[in-house]
């Protein structure tokens, strides 16, 4: 089966950075993904990673390292917005995404 | 706004009653999906179709029944249910399954409830 791990819950200060990791065991890889969910919303996609290294997208970037099996999704600069859900997902296959229970992220002034 | 509509937004029903879940992709896309969502749980993957076709069924019990009638349009036919069938439902879309990104965009959900 697949296995995806991220921390439940992480807490931070507005203006911090805060690293959400993720550890994945899938029987294929192709592609890793980080959504953002805020509460009683749709997920939004924030990053795709398929290469190793880092991805920067303004003030989120998400790391891979496919031998590692390993992702984190780091924020800069918090906003009290930024406190959401965040999913990460592997696609193993053509279609399917598999889901980490995701990491709800508090924001606090 | 992210171009997939679902409703209801919000459902409740009897264990014996039947009723359906809708969901409508504006992007064009060629593939949707219908996940579950419960608390605490990761997203649970219950259908995908391809260009109208079922291409994707994870062990999803009977009592669910997904309809596909052209590629803007997906249901998700219930009946039966159980309480522990109680949760979020999301429809996504997508344009492609694999490639730079194929990334999903989800609707906003159908907050099920069985009594």
């Known amino acids: 089966g697949q296995n995806i791990d991220q921390p439940t819950e992480m807490t931070a200060t507005e203006g911090a950075i805060v690293q959400i990791n993720c550890t994945y065991q899938?029987?294929?890889?192709?592609?890793l993904f980080w959504y953002q969910q805020h509460a009683g919303e749709a997920p939004t996609f924030l990053s795709y990673n398929v290469l190793d290294g880092l991805e920067e997208k303004g003030r989120f970037s998400s790391f891979l390292s496919r031998s590692k099996g390993y992702s984190y999704l780091l924020l800069k600069e918090l906003q009290m917005k930024d406190s959401a859900s965040y999913l990460c997902a592997v696609r193993d296959g053509d279609y399917k995404l598999s889901f980490g229970a995701g990491t709800t992220v508090t924001v606090r002034a | 706004e992210t171009g997939v509509t679902q409703t209801p937004r919000h459902l409740v029903m009897g264990m014996t009653n039947k009723k359906s879940l809708k969901c409508e992709q504006h992007l064009g896309h060629n593939a949707m999906y219908w996940y579950k969502q419960s608390a605490k749980k990761p997203l649970e993957l219950m259908f995908v179709y391809s260009l109208e076709e079922r291409v994707e069924n994870n062990s999803v019990p009977s009592r669910f029944s997904p309809e596909c009638p052209n590629s803007s349009h997906l249901f998700l036919h219930l009946h039966t249910l159980q309480p522990e069938d109680s949760a979020l439902y999301l429809c996504a879309s997508s344009q492609d399954s694999a490639g730079e990104h194929g990334e999903l965009f989800f609707g906003e959900g159908s907050r099920l409830t069985v009594l």
């Open positions: 899938t029987s294929g890889f192709n592609g």
